[in-house]
């Protein structure tokens, strides 16, 4: 039997260690700040947006292993997609890790490599370095020009 549990690892040290789609997008349509002061993650998310679908997308991200890997599987995902697309990932995402009941199956292979991520359900402060980039994609779409902080 595979442990699950060490396979998630491996996945998110990997994209914690090597990045997709890091550095900074020049031009941008849109971009935000992100910030979880508790945990000391920074992120800024660039994209390129056009005709409602994100053409371009990438970000810079200090912060601990779970914040980098989890921008970094975001920018695989939403690439490419259209920005309704973008924003379902996220809230199928968002309502699976902070749900207290159990997963289904279905639920799990629909968050394709996000579900390497759900380990974070444990630890509410987890939640937070795993949603930031999220949130901070989603205020770049909303125009929102202040820096988005998890307090
Ligand atoms: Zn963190």
Redesign the pocket.
């Known amino acids: 039997m595979i442990d699950l549990r060490s396979l998630y690892q491996d996945v998110i040290l990997d994209h914690s260690r090597n990045p997709r789609n890091s550095g900074e997008l020049e031009p941008c349509s849109h971009a935000a700040n992100g910030n979880?002061p508790?945990?000391?993650?920074k992120v800024r998310v660039y994209m390129q947006v056009g005709n409602g679908k994100i053409d371009d997308i990438r970000f810079d991200a200090k912060?601990?292993a779970?914040?980098v890997a989890s921008a970094s599987m975001m920018t695989e995902l939403v690439k490419g997609t259209e920005i309704g697309e973008a924003r379902a990932t996220f809230e199928r995402f968002h309502e699976i890790v902070t749900r207290k009941g159990d997963i289904s199956d279905d639920e799990l292979e629909a968050l394709d490599k996000l579900a390497t991520l759900i380990g974070v359900r444990e630890f509410p402060?987890?939640v937070?370095?795993a949603t930031?980039p999220w949130h901070t994609m989603t205020a770049a779409l909303d125009g929102v020009a202040d820096d988005v902080t998890t307090e």
């Open positions: 979880n508790l945990c000391g993650d912060g601990c779970i914040s402060m987890r937070k370095c930031l």
